[in-house]
Nanobody, 114 residues
Framework: QVQLVESGGGLVQPGGSLRLSCAASGTPFSSNAMGWYRQVPGKERELVAR???????TYADSVKGRFTISRDNAKNSVYLRMNSLKYEDTAVYYC????????WGQGTQVTVSS
């Protein structure tokens, strides 16, 4: 019933930009906070950014000033704009619905390489 469809990952050079998208269905959207996480093989999944139902945002220290999370409730979508990308940003990125129950997207690969 609940579906999270992620897109926008790919290969980008250091210093470049990328925009990730996540479209949600089957769950109340506007009333839920949404989050972006990332995971590197061998490491735990970490929170990158969060946006609340009231559009308040929080970011991991490692991405502050470079990443921007946003949402469009009319499209049931959440986005992550990533600027000034670094090698250490390489990871699989996941979106998450933070409601009564948590739901995850399938993940999209972001690779920063020269």
């Amino acid at each position: 019933q609940v579906q999270l469809v992620e897109s926008g990952g790919g290969l980008v050079q250091p210093g470049g930009s990328l925009r990730l998208s996540c479209a949600a269905s089957g769950t109340p959207f506007s009333s839920n906070a949404m989050g972006w996480y990332r995971q590197v093989p061998g490491k735990e999944r970490e929170l990158v950014a969060r946006i609340g139902s009231g559009f308040g945002t929080t970011y991991a220290d490692s991405v502050k000033g470079r990443f921007t999370i946003s949402r469009d409730n009319a499209k049931n979508s959440v986005y992550l704009r990533m600027n000034s990308l670094k090698y250490e940003d390489t990871a699989v990125y996941y979106c998450k619905v933070m409601g009564e129950n948590d739901y995850w997207g399938q993940g999209t690969q972001v690779t920063v390489s020269s």
